[in-house]
């Protein structure tokens, strides 16, 4: 069984440009959460989806990022326009019914950089 | 905060010995989950321990919960080169999660 797909795994990119990250999660999971990491303020929730849609967005920084699920197989976080301090490590996960309070499958994250 | 603290921030151990990595957290919980991430990956789900347990194993991890100190502690037994990774704790509470800023364990062969 497939776990959570990431693409693409890492990212080098000049500021200013729009950037694009996207996730398949697990088949039938109806929770969709997006994370960023960084050395300074660990593990960070931007925003999470139930069922495609946008539950909680408060963690998303700015309005410089935005985030879809068209379908239950697919999401995308963008950045645009992008900065240095975006720099991170940015996880998509998921997980079954029962809301957030179930184990959560992540995928092994994109690495992001931002000259 | 909901969210856990873990402690230590950093643990090294030969091979064989115990480690023991302790979460304390400020508020109430209905769960209380342990996530390891090796070095360039994703979390992985370890264990999930509810309110109302106070101890749960899987395979040689032994976790513990202790509502009364707002504490947990995750005990991985005779390790080995291949535990060296970072252990987060997480809370959980009314639909919301929150992760602590992890223990980096090192497991010296």
């Known amino acids: 069984d497939a776990g959570v797909i990431q693409s693409p795994r890492h990212e080098v990119t000049e500021m200013g440009q729009e950037v694009t990250l996207r996730c398949k999660p697990i088949?039938?999971?109806?929770?969709l959460f997006w994370y960023r990491q960084t050395m300074m303020r660990g593990l960070e929730l931007l925003i999470y989806f139930n069922n495609n849609v946008p539950i909680d967005d408060s963690g998303m920084p700015e309005d410089r990022f935005s985030a879809k699920m068209p379908n239950a197989s697919f999401s995308t976080l963008k950045i645009q326009p992008s900065e240095p301090r975006d720099s991170a490590v940015y996880f998509c996960a998921s997980s079954f019914s029962g809301g957030r309070n179930q184990p959560q499958h992540f995928g092994d994250g994109t690495r992001l950089s931002i000259l | 905060s909901q969210q856990g603290e873990e402690d230590p921030q950093a643990l090294s151990i030969q091979e064989g010995e115990n480690a023991t990595m302790n979460c304390s957290y400020k508020t109430s919980i209905n769960n209380l989950q342990w996530y390891r991430q090796n070095s360039g990956r994703g979390l992985v789900h370890l264990i999930l321990i509810r309110s109302n347990e106070r101890e749960k194993h899987s395979g040689g991890l032994r976790v513990t919960l202790d509502t009364s100190k707002k504490s947990s502690s995750l005990l991985i037994t005779a390790s080995r080169a291949a535990d060296t990774a970072s252990y987060f704790c997480?809370?959980?509470?009314?639909?919301?999660?929150?992760f602590g800023a992890g223990t980096r364990l090192t497991v010296k062969p």
């Open positions: 997480a809370t959980a509470y009314n639909n919301d999660m929150r």
């Open positions: 088949s039938g999971h109806d929770y």
